[in-house]
Structure formats: C-alpha cells, structure tokens
C-alpha cells in the first residue's frame, strides 16, 4: 500500500510541478501574521479558482484546513503548512484539469447546463 504522502508527491511531481519557495514563503507570512491566507485567481473569463489555507486552532492532523472551490469544492485537514501548501497546489491544478474532460459538477451532465424537469 503506498502513504498518501508519496502519492501525492508522485502526482506533484507528474502533474503539477513543485510549488515555488516564493509563493511557499508567501503563504507562511500571511498565516503567521493573519492566521490564513487566501488567493482568487481568474483563469477563464469570470472563472475564478478561490484558494483559502487556515490555522484550524487544533492540534495533530487538523492542524491547517485547506480548502479550493471553484464550482468544484476540495478540502483537507494537514498537519503541516508545507503540507497543507502541497495538497492546495494538487487541487489548484486539479479545477481547471477536471472541467473540460467532465464539465462542472452543477451541470446536469457533461454536455447538459440544466435538468429535465423530471430529473432525478
């Protein structure tokens, strides 16, 4: 059985690329001066990726809430920000990667905006 770590840092390593130690350095000064940090990053015309990592407050595992939405909603629970910075990036990568092989989840299906009115 592969650790979730190593996982994810083989599908980094595949798929995404390494987050830069400028934007690493960024979040960790916001969250020790603010206690979060927060991104909004258009990348279609008003499609918006909303990034948002947190100090949760408890210790262990939950120690960061990580959280990236844009109509598709991903969260975590981290023990660590470099984690919590690792994971973020893997689903900042995985929004605009899902969309055009599946569309969004709010659409009725893949190639249909709105519902029957007897959908189910």
């Keep these: 059985m592969i650790k979730l770590g190593r996982l994810l840092l ?18 960790r000064q916001a969250v020790d ?4 940090w927060e991104e ?6 008003s499609t918006v990726t909303s990034t948002l990592i947190e ?18 909603v991903f969260e975590a629970h981290c023990p660590t920000l470099a984690r919590a910075c690792e994971v973020a990036h893997i689903y900042e990568y995985l929004v605009p990667s899902l969309w055009p092989e599946f569309g969004w ?11 029957d009115s007897d959908a189910v």
């Excluded at 001066?33 to 979060?36: F, L, M, N």
Aim: aromatic fraction near 10%.
């Design 40 to 45: 909004h990053v258009e990348w279609r015309i």
């Design 55 to 72: 100090r949760t407050g408890e210790r262990g595992y939950r120690k960061y809430h990580v959280r990236v939405e844009c109509d598709y």
């Design 33 to 36: 001066r603010d206690g979060r």
């Design 10 to 27: 083989g599908i980094r390593a595949r798929l995404v690329g390494a987050l830069s130690p400028g934007k690493f350095d960024e979040v």
């Design 105 to 115: 989840p709010s659409w009725a299906s893949r190639s249909k905006l709105d519902a």
